[in-house]
């Protein structure tokens, strides 16, 4: 296995699959590949995949019910790709546990770019310790910083672990949704905007002059309504997150 680990394409169109088998491979992950949906569930559970991509519209069974049976075993990282530009289909992949959507034709430095920016942002830490996806760290990093624990009304969150609690119980959140609230709380009651929040998620790929969609703008709202689902926020007296409208949302004042 490579050091990056193993990458699984879910593609039934020969080309495109070829073309991403040779962009992650460049990339350093072990690529294996599947053109149905049903062979690609058993791939992603055969070699522990930590990175798939996934096509919308597969021959037997979808792409959104294969990423729902990935979902029931595997926390790896998932780009849909699909050929429509339906919005619909962005916003179900992301309501499924995408973790990104593309249309095609895409360009393959985006797809690495993506890939990349999600494997240098861990999931959360396992039992052990461990960041899930991420790639062993040296003995020689840093201890983690107590007091970069980041805490309002009831709710922890741990940038170093990738943890969040609420009243003390554990809170499971995707990486997008981790980073969402992360950049919220940094901002202490500052306003971020959809557009801001959307460099948050997509990562370093987005530079300051990129163009943002009103795609990546719902993409945004969709993130941000799982997480307040999540955490149980209630929307008529919210603890943490509060929408300001025709801007994006900021961090809920502190309760006393």
Same mark, same amino acid.
């Given at each position: 296995?490579?050091?990056?680990?193993?990458?699984?394409?879910?593609?039934?169109?020969?080309?495109?699959r070829?073309?991403?088998?040779?962009?992650?491979?460049?990339?350093? *992950?072990e690529?294996?590949?599947?053109?149905?949906g049903?062979?690609?569930?058993?791939?992603?559970?055969?070699?522990e995949?930590?990175?798939v991509?996934?096509?919308?519209?597969?021959?037997d069974?979808?792409? *959104?019910?294969?990423?729902?049976?990935?979902?029931?075993?595997?926390?790896?990282?998932?780009?849909m790709?699909?050929?429509?530009?339906?919005?619909?289909?962005?916003?179900?992949?992301?309501?499924?546990?995408?973790?990104?959507?593309?249309?095609?034709? *895409?360009?393959?430095?985006e797809?690495?770019?993506?890939?990349?920016?999600?494997?240098?942002?861990?999931?959360?830490?396992?039992?052990?310790g461990?960041p899930?996806?991420?790639?062993?760290?040296?003995?020689?990093?840093?201890?983690?910083?107590?007091?970069?624990?980041?805490?309002?009304?009831g709710?922890?969150?741990?940038?170093?672990?990738?943890?969040v609690t609420?009243?003390?119980?554990?809170?499971?959140?995707?990486?997008?949704? *981790?980073?969402l609230?992360?950049?919220?709380?940094?901002?202490?009651?500052?306003?971020?905007?959809?557009t801001?929040l959307?460099?948050?998620?997509?990562?370093?790929?987005?530079?300051?002059?990129?163009?943002?969609?009103?795609?990546?703008?719902?993409?945004?709202e969709?993130?941000?309504?799982n997480?307040?689902?999540?955490?149980?926020?209630?929307?008529?007296?919210?603890?943490?997150?509060?929408t300001?409208?025709?801007?994006g949302?900021?961090?809920?004042?502190?309760?006393l």
């Open positions: 296995m490579s050091d990056l680990g193993t990458a699984v394409v879910v593609e039934d169109d020969e080309d495109v070829n073309l991403i088998h040779a962009v992650l491979s460049q990339a350093g *992950f690529v294996h590949s599947a053109a149905c049903k062979d690609g569930v058993d791939m992603v559970r055969l070699r995949a930590s990175v991509t996934l096509d919308v519209g597969l021959p069974i979808d792409g *959104f019910e294969v990423l729902r049976r990935i979902r029931q075993f595997s926390d790896a990282y998932v780009v790709l699909t050929a429509r530009t339906d919005e619909l289909d962005t916003l179900t992949a992301l309501h499924t546990g995408a973790d990104d959507f593309m249309t095609k034709p *895409f360009r393959p430095r797809l690495r770019a993506r890939v990349a920016a999600m494997m240098r942002r861990p999931r959360q830490v396992m039992p052990g461990r899930l996806n991420a790639a062993p760290q040296a003995a020689a990093d840093p201890p983690p910083v107590a007091d970069a624990v980041f805490r309002h009304n709710l922890a969150l741990n940038p170093d672990t990738r943890s609420v009243d003390g119980e554990a809170t499971s959140l995707t990486r997008s949704e *981790f980073d609230l992360h950049a919220l709380l940094k901002g202490a009651g500052a306003v971020r905007s959809k801001d959307v460099r948050v998620v997509r990562g370093e790929y987005y530079s300051a002059d990129a163009y943002i969609s009103e795609s990546d703008e719902r993409a945004v969709v993130h941000i309504g997480l307040r689902r999540k955490l149980r926020e209630d929307s008529l007296r919210p603890r943490w997150l509060q300001v409208r025709g801007v949302y900021r961090l809920a004042p502190e309760r």
